[in-house]
């Protein structure tokens, strides 16, 4: 290690770079000759260039260099940004370095690229790169505002990418199409770039986990649309912001185990997990999300083995569930959210399990107004855990809400189904009517009874057989067809006649249907 610096740690800095005297400046054609083989490496040693508190000035241009040792600069200045594009190099550290940028497009770093604790302006650029090592950036600052800050598609890491311990990015970050053989780390980054996108990672290929938690910041979209991750994806305690836009985009999103968006996580700006894969658990417990204008968390077409909607306060915007797959869904009735779309949601268990009224308060919530599916789904599932009364009540509800939808002579014929009968659902509310009536036929026909149809027969009178007789809409008791009631108890026997058609045919049906639901 060749080291030009003074000791001074405040001196030393590469931003005071411009302070620092001749004997600290090494020309950048140097390095390169040093490293494209102006000097044979001496027998026995292991060739490398080291290199401690230099200013570096000119350019280091090695592209489409062969560079066969590892280059390793520490705390180093450089005048203009380093080019390595489509070189093929061994290891490369540039740890604590201040640069106005760097260019590694097509590079190939067979070893690690670390970038630990730099200063890099103008952008780095490491599109279509290939490096077989680990990638670090930890405690990187890059800045590029309203450009790239990392232009990094079709990237490829073998091991692990580290943006983390202080990693900080002005501009946009951008991954479309990488691939990280192992984990992705941007725990405690912040990321700024309230125009447009602060992570840009569509399509992104990680073989591990993804780490965007630990005081992970963003202001601006996280995409993550199409990407995929094979292990978890974790934003616990994130705080992303983009407001009335979306704050994190990772429509069509693949998981092989879980997703955390908890514990702290908060979001102003849309979240859309639409159409992903996720399949183990998605987990928004102790979650902040706010879009009052729109769409606050989309979960449309989402799939997934369990989903945990118990956010720390009520969302404030649209929760979208329509068409989602969810085994098990868990939420809680105190964060419920007031605006729900549910068209299509299929679910098999819900936690906890509330009775059917109060279920049904969630379904009213939905903005799209009456859709008979959500009903039907919520019926099943009662269904389905025994609790055939409480999937009548949610029957009977879709009923009564379809009413509300339809015009004014069905509405009265709904009304009437309803009070007779609750719609098939209440099949015997009809047999305690028939009982009143009963009971009304009996006291008025005890008190005056009808006369004789015909003075040739001498007949027992009943009172309550004959009313019965009146309400029975087949079968004969032998009381009707003997005693002809006159004047007002001539209508009120026709209206006993009307009452029990209607409302015998009205349980037999009633029960009909309970059994062929059975």
């Not at 809400?401 to 004014?408: H, L, P, Y």
């Amino acid at each position: 290690m060749v080291d030009l610096s003074t000791g001074d740690p405040g001196y030393d800095d590469p931003a005071q770079a411009e302070r620092w005297g001749v004997d600290r400046v090494i020309r950048a054609e140097v390095l390169v000759a040093l490293l494209v083989g102006a000097v044979e490496p001496e027998p026995g040693q292991v060739a490398a260039l080291r290199l401690t508190g230099a200013r570096i000035v000119g350019s280091l241009n090695l592209g489409h260099a062969e560079v066969t040792v590892p280059l390793v600069l520490t705390r180093c200045a450089f005048d203009e940004a380093p080019h390595l594009y489509w070189a093929s190099m061994n290891s490369v550290h540039l740890m604590g370095c201040r640069l106005p940028g760097l260019v590694a497009s097509g590079t190939r770093v067979d070893g690690h690229l670390w970038l630990e604790g730099s200063r890099i302006s103008g952008g780095v650029w490491l599109d279509g790169a290939h490096i077989t090592g680990i990638l670090n950036m930890s405690g990187v600052h890059l800045a590029n505002p309203g450009g790239d800050a990392l232009l990094a598609d079709r990237l490829s890491v073998d091991a692990n990418v580290y943006c983390d311990r202080g990693f900080a990015a002005t501009g946009e970050v951008r991954l479309p199409g990488a691939r990280v053989g192992g984990q992705l780390i941007f725990r405690t980054a912040r990321l700024h770039n309230p125009s447009g996108a602060a992570l840009y990672a569509s399509r992104l290929d990680v073989a591990a986990n993804v780490f965007c938690d630990g005081g992970f910041a963003a202001r601006g979209e996280i995409r993550l649309r199409g990407a995929r991750v094979g292990g978890y994806l974790s934003f616990v305690g994130a705080e992303l912001s983009h407001p009335e836009r979306t704050a994190l985009n990772a429509d069509d999103l693949q998981v092989e185990t879980d997703v955390y968006c908890s514990d702290g996580f908060s979001a102003v700006g849309a979240v859309s997990f639409a159409g992903a894969r996720v399949s183990g658990e998605l987990n928004l417990s102790g979650a902040r999300l706010r879009n009052e204008s729109g769409t606050a968390l989309n979960l449309e077409r989402l799939q997934a083995e369990e989903v945990l909607l118990r956010p720390a306060e009520q969302v404030e915007g649209v929760v979208d569930l329509a068409y989602a797959r969810i085994n098990l869904l868990r939420d809680d009735p105190a964060t419920w959210p007031a605006r729900m779309q549910l068209d299509g949601l299929q679910y098999e268990n819900l936690d906890p399990p509330l009775d059917a009224r109060q279920r049904l308060e969630w379904l009213r919530r939905d903005t799209d107004g009456y859709l008979p599916q959500p009903y039907e789904r919520l019926a099943q599932t009662y269904r389905t855990l025994g609790l055939d009364a409480d999937g009548r009540t949610v029957l009977l509800a879709k009923a009564r809400a379809s009413r509300d939808t339809q015009g004014v002579p069905r509405k009265i014929i709904g009304w009437l189904q309803d009070i007779l009968v609750g719609y098939g659902y209440r099949p015997f509310r009809a047999m305690s009517w028939l009982a009143g009536l009963l009971a009304f036929g009996t006291i008025v026909f005890s008190l005056h009874r009808p006369p004789i149809l015909n003075e040739d027969d001498h007949p027992h009178f009943n009172a309550f057989l004959y009313t019965l007789d009146l309400l029975l809409p087949v079968g004969d008791l032998g009381q009707e067809r003997v005693f002809a009631p006159e004047g007002i108890y001539q209508w009120i026997a026709n209206l006993l006649v009307a009452a029990g058609f209607i409302l015998g045919l009205t349980v037999a049906a009633g029960i009909t249907r309970a059994l062929s639901r059975e």
